[in-house]
Every structure is written in C-alpha cells, then in structure tokens.
C-alpha cells in the first residue's frame, strides 16, 4: 500500500536543461566558443556541471581548468536558476491528484541545496513538498539510498510504502537499495547510459498522469 511518493528534481518535476544550458552557453561564450544546442544538453542534464562541461568543454574532473571552469558554471547558473525552468507538462495536475487524495509528497535530489532550495521556491513548491533532500543533505547521494531513506522518516513513512520517480539509472538503484519502488520518469532526460528498459524498476510511465496506476485506487 503506497502512502507516499518521492520524486527526483531535473528531468522528473522540473525541466531544468533550459537554464543549465542557458548557464553553460553564457561560459562558451565568455571563452569564445560556439554555444551547444539543447537537444544536446538534455541526455547530459541530470549529470549537472560534470556532465555539462563534458559537452561543452571537453573537460573532466581531474583536468586542468575543471574547477574554475565548475565555479563559473554553477555561479551563472546560480544567477538564472528559474529563467526557462518549468514544471514538466501533467505535473501540476499530478501533484494537485495527490494532495487532493491525501498522498504526501517530497523531493529527493542530487543538485546541492544552494540550487534546490530557490529553485524549488520560485517553482511554488516549497511549502507543498512533504521534504526536500537535496544532494548534499546527506554524507553520500543517489546512488546511496541514505537521502531516500532520510526522505521517508521526515514524512515518518516506512521506505516500502514510499515510490520513487526518476529519469537517471542511479535513481533507480537508490530506490532498489532503498527498498522503494522505483517508477521511471521516461518523459525526462534518460542520460547517456544503458536504455530505462533494463534498469530495475517497479515500471515505466510516460507522462506524469500515468503515475496513479501505481498508487491505491487507480483512476
């Protein structure tokens, strides 16, 4: 019996690659170099600065210039946070279906607090959020199922009453190590790893609205 459900941040809730491109065009610019198309960014988007100026730049950490290059970064992205950031199309529906049904819900992200915690604010979802686990909550994250696990005793829940909803591979893993059902998030960004299809999930959904299948009570 599900009685609550947590959902991962950028390419899950929100469309985040917008502005983290908008962040990462800005740097290129500054460097004299061509900007990068969103249908570019968006597979790489859910891996945030690592894997933005891995596209971008073509630097790795450990490279020389990766850490000034992050801290430029992540300080233009911290300036345009909710520029061209929107809730994914169906879930402001969804998450008005669950409150109405009783059904609390929380947040659970690898993005440091210094971004999560404004973006979720200026996203209007700061005083509806159960919780907000952020990548740094915890000593270890996603993968770790420590922030899932946190995230289900601040809504005083039993983790296999709770579902997870992502759109990375390591979302799912930390649901499995968590012991959550993990439903994948296919409408998101997806990586640049092995296909959702042969990721360990409890299901794969389409649109945010396809959730309730797998809630008490169906439609």
């Not at 962040?23 to 249908?39: F, H, Q």
């Not at 210094?114 to 959020?129: C, K, M, N, S, Y």
């Not at 992502?166 to 439903?183: I, L, S």
Request: aromatic share 8%.
């Amino acid at each position: 019996m599900i009685q609550g459900i947590l959902f991962d941040l950028d390419g899950t809730l929100a469309d985040t690659a917008p502005d983290l491109g908008y962040a990462l065009n800005t740097l290129l610019l500054r460097y004299g170099r061509d900007p990068v198309t969103l249908e570019r960014i968006r597979p790489r988007a859910s891996q945030g600065a690592r894997g933005l100026l891995d596209v971008g730049f073509g630097v790795q950490p450990g490279d020389p210039y990766f850490e000034e290059l992050r801290d430029e970064f992540l300080q233009f992205y911290r300036d345009n946070l909710c520029r061209h950031t929107v809730l994914f199309e169906g879930i402001p529906q969804l998450l008005d279906t669950l409150e109405a049904r009783g059904l609390p819900w929380g947040i659970v992200t690898n993005k440091l607090a210094r971004f999560t915690d404004p973006l979720v604010a200026q996203l209007g979802l700061a005083e509806r959020a159960a919780c907000v686990v952020s990548g740094d909550t915890y000593a270890k994250p996603k993968p770790y199922p420590d922030p899932l696990l946190g995230a289900a005793r601040e809504m005083e829940l039993i983790p296999e009453r709770v579902l997870y909803v992502g759109d990375d591979e390591r979302d799912m893993q930390a649901a499995q190590a968590a012991g959550m059902g993990g439903v994948i998030a296919r409408y998101g960004y997806l990586g640049a790893g092995r296909p959702p299809e042969e990721w360990h999930a409890l299901g794969i959904i389409d649109e945010p609205q396809q959730l309730m299948n797998y809630l008490p009570h169906g439609h």
